[in-house]
Structure formats: C-alpha cells, structure tokens
Nanobody, 117 residues
Framework: VQLVESGGGLVQPGGSLRLSCVASGFPFRGHIMRWYRQAPEKERELVATITSGSYSTSYADSVKARFTISRDDSKNTLYLQMNSLEPGDTALYYC???????????WGQGTQVTVSS
C-alpha cells in the first residue's frame, strides 16, 4: 500500500490549493478515503471523508463550504480542493485509506500547507 500526497505549498490568505493523493498497491475503488491535518502543537484533525463510489462526503465544521473532497477511481487519486484559505489552515495534510486492505487505516507521508502573507 502506498499513498503519495502532493500539491502543498505556501499560499496567501484567501488563496486556493488543490492537494492530490495517488494510491497504489490496493483496490482504491473499494476504500473510504480521508484527509487529516496536523498543525504544530495541535491535535490531529479529520478534515474530510469520501466513501467508496463517492456516495457520501463529510467535512469538519472548520472547513465546510471552503474545502471539497473528491476522488477519481480511474486514476486511483484522491483530491482536496481548498479555497478561501486561512492562516489556521496551516498544517501537514495527510491522506488515508480505510477498508479491506487497510483495516487500521493506511497513511501517506503528508504534504505541507502554509497560509501566510
């Protein structure tokens, strides 16, 4: 199982970024996918979840209406579109997979997002 995030970087407040997570080594289509984030000295936060088949999505209150999670099963790729970014969104963002091949949730290495002027 491998999850590789990309797309992070430095962005000004109000800006946008799109994170990607390319999955390999397991049946991506059948797994629930999530984005988490962790900022220094803060607890890890579940940002967004998308079910297999994209039937359902859910978001943390802190990102609702600003972030959109999506997946392209034909490309084994998970996305997180982040708009109206705020300094409080600064964190290391991780994608995870949960399902038959990842019963204890599989994690990527993370991509850093920094929102600062």
């Amino acid at each position: 199982v491998q999850l590789v995030e990309s797309g992070g970087g430095l962005v000004q407040p109000g800006g946008s970024l799109r994170l990607s997570c390319v999955a390999s080594g397991f049946p991506f289509r059948g797994h629930i996918m999530r984005w988490y984030r962790q900022a220094p000295e803060k607890e890890r936060e579940l940002v967004a979840t998308i079910t297999s088949g994209s039937y359902s999505t859910s978001y943390a209150d802190s990102v609702k209406a600003r972030f959109t999670i999506s997946r392209d099963d034909s490309k084994n790729t998970l996305y997180l579109q982040m708009n109206s970014l705020e300094p409080g969104d600064t964190a290391l963002y991780y994608c995870t997979a949960w399902g038959s091949s990842c019963l204890k949730e599989c994690w990527g290495q993370g991509t850093q997002v920094t929102v600062s002027s």
